[in-house]
């Protein structure tokens, strides 16, 4: 079993910058790609960002591209999300959660083991 606990969000401007922390317990997310979900009320969660088990792939939406950046620190065990140039419609709460051993899921079908969330809203 893995815990994952969100951190990170809050209130911000359009246009300004969040930095979003995935801190994992329990067994190692080491081997595992990880994943940045979000899901805005009314809508289907949805994959943001992606980050393979060695952080040398990643994957982003295309809403978010050129202002997301993933990253991780495995000796942490800690997922991050830089928001940058952030936009109303980026409003949502925010989940990490585990993929697929030794690659990079880019489908929900690839992930499990979700944490709590953290809300994020961006005012106009």
């Known amino acids: 079993q893995v815990q994952l606990v969100e951190s990170g969000g809050g209130l911000v401007q359009a246009g300004g910058s969040l930095r979003l922390s995935c801190a994992a317990s329990g067994r190692t997310i080491t081997s595992y790609g990880m994943g940045w979900f979000r899901q805005a009320p009314g809508k289907e969660r949805e994959l943001v960002s992606a980050?393979?088990?060695?952080?040398?792939?990643?994957y982003y939406a295309d809403t978010v591209k050129g202002r997301f950046t993933i990253s991780r620190e495995n000796a942490k065990k800690t997922v991050y999300l830089q928001m940058n140039s952030l936009k109303p419609e980026d409003t949502a709460v925010y989940s990490c959660?585990?993929?697929?051993?030794?690659?990079?899921?880019?489908?929900?079908?690839?992930?499990?083991?979700w944490g709590q969330g953290t809300q994020v809203t961006v005012s106009s």
């Open positions: 980050i393979s088990w060695s952080g040398g792939g990643t």
């Open positions: 959660a585990v993929g697929p051993p030794y690659g990079l899921g880019i489908s929900r079908a690839d992930y499990d083991y």
